[in-house]
């Protein structure tokens, strides 16, 4: 069940979809509050903290792509794209700037509202992380570590920092199959809990951006190593820490 405290922002300079989704979200549980640009929702951000944002990418003023480098300057909130471009690039982009998912127009709100349960449970803790039930709390690896209650990598010097939670779902998976081949599909069906649409490209963009996360390149990577032809593995072993 949605606890009625789940709060949604949607940007989109759309009235009539940005009332046709609060009013879908809101019968769905969710408290939903809506802005027209990134000048809107940063009044609303002045005075309350969502627990995910919807913007689409075609705003005028700031873009999507502008909000998107904005928040992930200093937060991890969960942030969902909307988008009408036919033109991958897009998409990719938004990807890379640090958005969880995309949703193209358009959309049945059935898929938006499914896309927003799924960051939502990628973006808090399941059931027996912070008790430690079944699970170590931090785990080493490469020279890194993850703290995977606060999601948080820490390196070498105890210096943390706050993944988004498209980022703790791809590493999370390759933690738990460390040293196992992994393919795009197999990767996608983990982190987002349902199969790759054709020809998506969204998990070599996570990949690279997680390998920058990890202070890694595609040429050069050590940890995240590409397998041609089958996909990613992690190439070195896991081990817990407390």
């Known amino acids: 069940m949605t606890t009625p405290a789940t709060t949604l922002f949607v940007v989109d ?5 940005r009332e046709l989704l609060a009013d879908y979200l809101t019968r769905h549980g969710y408290r939903a509050r809506v802005a027209e ?3 809107a929702l940063r009044a609303l951000l002045a005075t309350e903290q969502p627990d ?7 705003l005028p003023g700031d873009d999507g792509f502008a909000i998107c480098r904005e928040i992930r300057r200093d937060s991890d909130l969960p942030l969902i794209m909307l988008t009408a471009s036919p033109d991958e690039t897009d998409r990719i982009l938004g990807l890379e700037l640090g958005a969880d998912d995309y949703v193209a127009k358009p959309f049945n709100p059935r898929e938006l509202l499914a896309r927003v349960k799924a960051v939502l449970r990628r973006c808090r803790p399941r059931d027996g992380e912070t008790s430690g039930a079944g ?4 785990v ?5 570590q993850l703290d995977r209650v606060t999601r948080e990598l820490i390196d070498g010097a105890g210096q943390r920092s706050a993944l988004s939670g498209a980022d703790f779902a791809l590493l999370q998976v390759f ?9 795009r599909d197999a990767l996608f069906d983990l982190t987002r809990g349902r199969p790759a649409p054709p020809l998506d490209r969204s998990i070599d963009v ?14 050069h990577s050590q940890l995240i190593r590409t397998v041609r032809g089958m996909g990613y593995v992690l190439a070195t072993r896991v081990d817990p820490v407390a």
Request: glycine content about 6%; charged content about 30%.
């Open 135 to 138: 699970m170590t709390r931090i």
């Open 13 to 17: 300079d759309d009235p009539e979809i």
């Open 37 to 39: 640009d990134a000048a």
């Open 52 to 58: 995910l944002l919807i913007v689409d990418l075609m």
């Open 140 to 144: 080493a690896f490469g020279g890194w």
């Open 206 to 219: 996570h990949v690279c951006r997680l390998r920058q996360r990890l202070g890694e390149d595609a040429q």
């Open 175 to 183: 933690l738990e199959h460390a040293e196992q081949v992994l393919s």
